[in-house]
Nanobody
Framework: QVQLVESGGGSVQAGDSLTLSCAVS????????MGWFRQAAGGEREGVAA???????RYADSVQGRSAITKDNAKKTLYLQLTSLKPEDTAVYYC???????????????????WGQGTEVTVSS
């Protein structure tokens, strides 16, 4: 069982930057593929960024060029850096993990197996 705990959300102004973190349960030894999803109020959950076990990454068009997904295997922590934030980035951001490639899951619009509880990001204009 994988346990994921997000942190780093908050209220920011448009144009600001933010880094989200996701701590993976220390009892997890498997190198999962991981990713970030978000869900705005009244909207569907969508993939934002993904990083596979071999380092392959994928970004949604909406954040391409102003985001970076990284992971620190030693610290068992996943990060998402968002820059030039826009009001439309306002959402609850979820960390996720799966045995399969997260880049493929997000590309196909499929939801992964393991989820965190989410961290809220609010961007004001």
């Amino acid at each position: 069982q994988v346990q994921l705990v997000e942190s780093g959300g908050g209220s920011v102004q448009a144009g600001d930057s933010l880094t989200l973190s996701c701590a993976v349960s220390p009892r997890t030894d498997v190198d999962y593929s991981m990713g970030w999803f978000r869900q705005a109020a009244g909207g569907e959950r969508e993939g934002v960024a993904a990083i596979d076990f071999d380092g392959r990454t994928r970004y949604a068009d909406s954040v391409q060029g102003r985001s970076a997904i990284t992971k620190d295997n030693a610290k068992k922590t996943l990060y998402l850096q968002l820059t030039s934030l826009k009001p439309e980035d306002t959402a609850v951001y979820y960390c996720a993990a799966d045995d399969d490639r997260m880049t493929t899951l997000q590309k196909l619009g499929m939801l992964p197996r393991y989820w965190g509880q989410g961290t809220e990001v609010t961007v004001s204009s």
